[in-house]
Structures are given as structure tokens and as C-alpha cells.
């Protein structure tokens, strides 16, 4: 390691070599030192050693007045690590990727109400923030045969997914919406029905069953239940369960037919808004 003026003076052959070797020593070693070579000009990068006993080699840039720290070299770790200043993309207004942007397992973060525009400038995705947030929605891609899923997840044991729209703003299906159908089953003579979880539900019937007060309810959402006989078992229900006149149907309670229910939630009771009873299982 050297550093040198940079200046060679008028003098003998042997000591012009010699002044000449030393320049040539300090451009090789980069003007290695514990301070700025004396004859550094503006441009000049030097390699800065006054933390070699730790590992550490900065590469600085001199501009005339000051020494920019470039770099920072891990000689253990055989790494380079650019400073701020060398890697500071805020100056340039329309920076662009040469190729796949690889987050290498951190994240990409957002400032409250930003997000991603198209390449006309007009907005396409825009995140908002709610301090100390724990839920969030995460997107899942599929391969062939299945379909891709936006879900809801986080710290909270239970975590909706809830869509709005703005002023009279309507939410549109291009296709069915479609709420798969899921079974119910009865124990001692009852059946348990968490609503959140199956607002679809149907119950192929084992034994005289009644269906206790529902699980998760919220008011102004929509049950329908498919009763299948599979037997002649009889049916009752919970009081939170309101029909129509305040009297519940006879049940069909013959082998091989279904009858099939549909309830809204007010707050409190389970109010019955159709009915269709004594249909033939297909």
C-alpha cells in the first residue's frame, strides 16, 4: 500500500525510477492510506485504511473539498457495501429495471395512500394504511386445474373480507357467485351450525334432530338450508328461528324428499324470507 503527489519532478535517471515506481504503487494499491493522498484532485478515489484492524476498507471520492465515502469493503466477508449516497435513486425521476426485481426475502413498502400506477401515470392499486394493522389479504397463485384465491388472514383468530364500493358504486360478477354448499350433521339429536362458516348449508338427516341457535350470526346475512329425509325423522327448531305467522311448517319428514329454507338475520331472530317443502331428491 502507497500513495504518491502524483507530481514527477525534474531529477537523476535512478531516483526519476524511483519516484516513478512510487506512483505507479500508489495507483496500483489505489492510493491506499489513513488519509487523503496529498495530491488527490477533484475525481480522485483513494482507499481509505484506518479500520483495516476490523475488516473494514472504505473507498472514497474527493471532490474537490470533501471526502465522499463510496463504499465500504468487508474484507472478512469478501463484501461490498455502497453507501447511501452511491446508490440514492431519489434524483432520478423516471429510474427503470434492466431485469426482475428480486425483493431477496424483504419486503416492498408503500407510503399511506401510494401504490402502483400504469405507464400512463393514472393510479391502478393504491394501498392504505391503518396503524398497527395485523390482518391483511394475501393473493395465491394456482397451478393447472385449480383457481388462483384472494384471501383474508392475519393475527386475529377470525378475519372477514369485506368489499365497498364508492357513493352508489354497485360490486359486479361476471360470472355466478357461487357459495359452495357444505354439510351438516347432527349428534344427540341436534346440529350445530356455524353460519359464517356454511351459509350454504345442507342436512341429511340420520335421526329426529333439532337445529340449535346458529353460531357467528350477522345481521342483515342470508342462510339457506336443503333438508334431505333419509328416513322419516322429525325436525325442529331453535326459537331464534322466526317463521313465517310465528308458526314453523310441518316438515315434510318423509324418506327421499327435501325441503329447503332460506333466513335473514335482523339482530336478534333468524326471520324466514322463503320456503319450499316436499320436493323428490333427484
Known amino acids: 500500500m502507497a500513495q504518491h503527489d502524483m507530481n514527477i519532478a525534474n531529477q537523476s535517471f535512478p531516483s526519476f525510477r524511483t519516484d516513478l515506481n512510487n506512483a505507479l504503487s500508489a495507483l496500483n ?140 358504486g354497485s360490486i359486479k360478477f361476471n360470472d355466478l357467485a357461487y357459495i359452495p354448499q357444505q354439510a351438516l350433521t347432527s349428534s344427540s339429536n341436534a346440529v350445530a351450525w356455524d353460519v359464517q362458516a356454511k351459509p350454504n348449508a345442507y342436512h341429511l338427516t340420520t335421526e329426529n334432530t333439532t337445529f340449535s341457535a346458529p353460531t357467528n350470526s350477522v345481521e342483515g346475512s342470508f342462510i339457506c338450508l336443503e333438508i334431505n329425509y333419509n328416513g322419516s325423522h322429525t325436525i325442529a327448531f331453535n326459537t331464534v328461528f322466526e317463521f313465517a305467522a310465528s308458526t314453523a311448517p310441518t316438515f315434510t319428514s318423509t324418506d327421499g324428499k327435501t325441503d329447503i329454507l332460506v333466513f335473514r338475520y335482523n339482530g336478534s331472530v333468524w326471520q324466514e324470507v322463503g320456503r319450499t317443502l316436499n320436493l323428490s331428491e333427484s
Do not use: C
Open 29 to 168: 494499491t489505489m492510493h491506499s492510506g489513513t488519509s487523503r493522498p496529498s495530491g488527490a484532485a477533484v475525481g480522485t478515489m483513494w482507499l481509505d485504511t484506518t479500520n483495516s484492524g476490523s475488516n473494514s476498507l472504505e473507498i472514497k471520492f474527493f471532490d474537490g473539498s470533501d471526502d465522499i465515502t463510496f463504499a465500504t469493503v468487508n474484507t472478512s466477508a469478501n463484501t461490498i457495501n455502497f453507501s447511501d449516497a452511491a446508490t440514492d435513486v431519489v434524483g432520478d425521476t423516471t429510474p427503470q429495471l434492466g431485469g426482475n426485481l428480486d425483493t431477496n426475502s424483504f419486503n416492498i413498502q408503500f407510503d399511506d395512500a401510494h401504490g402502483i400506477n400504469d405507464d400512463s401515470d393514472n393510479e391502478q392499486l393504491v394501498f392504505q394504511k391503518t396503524a398497527s394493522a395485523v390482518n391483511y389479504l394475501e393473493i395465491t397463485n394456482q397451478a393447472t386445474g385449480s383457481n388462483p384465491s384472494l384471501s383474508a388472514n392475519g393475527s386475529d383468530t377470525n378475519v372477514g373480507l369485506e368489499f365497498s364500493t364508492k357513493g352508489t
